[in-house]
């Protein structure tokens, strides 16, 4: 049990509740991490794990452990920074909690880490889009799609922090107000590069340009990518730039993924007017530029990618990237598996085949039954693996 520690006064009954709202946070953090080492740690002493970060927490003691950081070449090479699972327990709390207030601040066509939302729910709503504005492929209109360069490490932690705090005073309405600021500052101020744990050589980081690693910032700019609360609060960070798009630039045909934000207008100049507005806008409020390399501006007829798919008139496409990924996990990860008998366990099997399942779930939403039959053609006589009818799901014989 948690000591009777009166840093923040709650009584005895919101000290329970808070740790409730701990081991709550906790179910949700291992959902999908249960099967790491640090998870697999915590897991063994859990209730001695979450009374201990009780306690700190309420004697205003915590503070944020050693993040890992390592590189990852797919789907591009970025850097992660993977924050300790006591830390990351400490994020699904802070979320939980302020996630339904976010919520009701953002669009409806800001589609990232949102509940109902995604990429296909992204892809769907651009593709109304076209057919709305271009009166159902009748009628000319155009398609512009902007990038903001290096995002995560470009976000000033002092704008965020001051956007969540004011939130949180104005809108929060739990015993735990006082508590959850806290734990805000620490978690958005945290420069984890001092104490980071380096995982693998130093050559993963050759190629990697200085304005998209946390080791190039300074500890003042840039969140960590990996953490829950980064993917949150970059969505609140660039609420206000929705908010000037949608009501005060009046466009009716808007969305965003990430950093990734598509308009579309009948008028191919008044996109191009836009593009200094909206530059402007993200360097005086936000700090942020767009990327000079990836303005796109065409008529609609040419298609567009937006979250690795393509659109165009009548049809939508997985993008390339993901073609290739799909072949990959396909064939070349099940040649090993096929050629050597001692590789051909349940639990190497039972990997493939999951993996394989989610391409053809995502295949499936979009216009791509002869890439399956081209892939699914190769397996047409194995005896280890079977496609139902429709190639969108397989399954061991």
């Not at 508590?179 to 978690?187: A, G, H, P, Q």
Request: glycine share 6%; charged share 25%.
């Amino acid at each position: 049990m948690c000591k009777m520690i009166n840093y923040y006064k709650l009584t005895k009954k919101e000290r329970l509740a808070f740790k409730v709202g701990l081991f709550t946070a906790y179910y949700a953090c291992r959902r999908n991490k249960r099967g790491t080492h640090n998870a697999l740690h915590f897991e063994l002493n859990q209730e001695e794990e979450i009374a201990s970060l009780c306690e700190d927490i309420l004697s205003g003691t915590y503070q944020v452990g050693r993040s890992r950081a390592f590189i990852v070449l797919e789907p591009v090479q970025r850097e992660i920074f993977a924050a300790d699972f006591r830390d990351r327990v400490v994020h699904h709390y802070i979320i939980a909690h302020l996630e339904p207030i976010f919520e009701r601040l953002f669009l409806h066509d800001s589609y990232s880490c949102r509940t109902g939302k995604g990429t296909h729910f992204g892809v769907s709503r651009v593709d109304k889009f076209i057919r709305s504005c271009s009166q159902n492929y009748t009628t000319d209109c155009y398609i512009l799609k902007i990038d903001i360069q290096g995002f995560f490490m470009n976000i000033r932690k002092e704008i965020l922090f001051e956007k969540v705090i004011s939130i949180i005073k104005q809108r929060y309405k739990g015993f735990d107000k006082q508590l959850l600021m806290d734990l805000c500052r620490k978690v958005i101020l945290h420069n984890p590069v001092p104490d980071c744990i380096v995982k693998g050589p130093q050559s993963n980081w050759e190629g990697l340009p200085s304005n998209k690693s946390l080791f190039s910032t300074g500890g003042r700019i840039g969140i960590p990518i990996g953490n829950l609360t980064s993917q949150v609060f970059a969505n609140l960070y660039l609420n206000d730039f929705d908010q000037f798009v949608k009501r005060e630039l009046k466009q009716k045909y808007y969305g965003r993924y990430v950093d990734d934000c598509i308009l579309i207008h009948p008028s191919k100049e008044e996109l191009k007017r836009l593009i200094p507005l909206l530059s402007s806008f993200l360097e005086e409020n936000l700090g942020l530029r767009l990327h000079p390399k990836k303005i796109y501006l065409q008529h609609y007829t040419k298609g567009v990618a937006f979250t690795g798919v393509f659109i165009k008139p009548h049809r939508k496409y997985v993008g390339r990237r993901i073609q290739k990924k799909m072949s990959k996990a396909m064939l070349n990860d099940y040649r090993p598996v096929y050629r050597d008998d001692d590789q051909l366990t349940k639990e190497n099997m039972a990997h493939w085949i999951s993996s394989v399942n989610s391409y053809l779930g995502i295949c499936k939403h979009y216009d791509t039954y002869r890439l399956r039959e081209s892939l699914v053609r190769r397996f047409a006589n194995d005896p280890v693996v079977v496609f139902d009818k429709a190639m969108c799901v397989v399954k061991q014989a």
